[in-house]
């Protein structure tokens, strides 16, 4: 079974920045766009950003272009989400996901499978 694993969550104030990692399998990394998806408690899970490594395209959801940077190293099939000038609303749980290359639609329904998530904590 496939499997997604990440890190790197944690607290920091407002301001601050975090990297998040997600590490997959080569056959994943090689076959799926990897995505990284925001949940407030309570609340479904959205896309914040998008990066299919096979031809290096990425997505920004609009709340957060400019300050999150989505990246991939093949040699690690690991993809980072650099998060710069966090505000307390980019607080809760962080999902990478595999994403099917060939569907389209919203997000959600591309997913092939999700990572286990990380917490992140924003105080203000």
């Known amino acids: 079974q496939e499997q997604l694993v990440e890190s790197g969550g944690g607290s920091v104030q407002a301001g601050g920045s975090l990297r998040l990692s997600c590490v997959a399998s080569?056959?994943?990394?090689?076959?799926?766009?990897i995505g990284w998806f925001h949940q407030h408690p309570g609340k479904e899970r959205e896309e914040v950003a998008e990066?299919?490594?096979?031809?290096?395209?990425?997505y920004y959801d609009g709340s957060v272009k400019g300050r999150f940077t989505i990246s991939q190293d093949g040699a690690k099939n690991t993809v980072y989400l650099q998060m710069n000038s966090l505000k307390p609303e980019d607080a809760g749980v962080y999902y990478c996901?595999?994403?099917?290359?060939?569907?389209?639609?919203?997000?959600?329904?591309?997913?092939?499978?999700w990572g286990q998530g990380t917490q992140v904590t924003v105080s203000s």
């Open positions: 996901a595999a994403l099917d290359v060939f569907l389209s639609g919203q997000p959600q329904d591309r997913v092939d499978y």
């Open positions: 990066i299919c490594p096979t031809n290096g395209r990425t």
């Open positions: 080569r056959l994943t990394f090689l076959n799926n766009c």
